[in-house]
């Protein structure tokens, strides 16, 4: 296959995300590796079902991803779960509770043991650096 070309069983949808995480190629692909580039797209806060981590494989395999031995699929899952147990990934409202937690002296079912990430208090729990709700004062003349 040449390096311009499209990586075989992906779509649009998941070729934009490849982009997005600098796999372009089937070269890079097979450098970066399926579940590094499975898990840089989870990371990146895509939601990709186990078909794309197929359709990698298969084209590594350069076969259809659902001609893939169950075997191989079940050992994909296996690693990339692996892959997320040993650094796992939270999306934003998981990190929220956490510091939500952190500030309430409560334990959050997300946030891991022991504590080995820092808190930081943002304020409203979002992250965003607004501590609350501002107020809108004035008339309506005010904001024509």
Partial sequence: MASNEKIRNVGPKSA?????????????????????????VKRAGFRPSLNLLYAMQGALDDCHWADLPEE???????????????????????????????????????SSEGGDEPVRDDGDGFGDGDSGVREITGTSRDFD
């Fill in 72 to 110: 191989v699929k079940q050992g994909l899952v296996a690693a990339a779960g692996e892959a997320e147990s040993v650094n796992p990934i939270k999306n934003r409202w998981d990190k929220a509770a956490a510091r939500s937690a952190a500030r309430d002296g409560t334990s959050s079912s997300g």
């Fill in 16 to 40: 934009a995300w490849l982009r997005q995480v600098g796999v372009r190629t089937l070269e890079d692909l097979r450098a970066v590796g399926v579940i590094e580039t499975f898990m840089k």
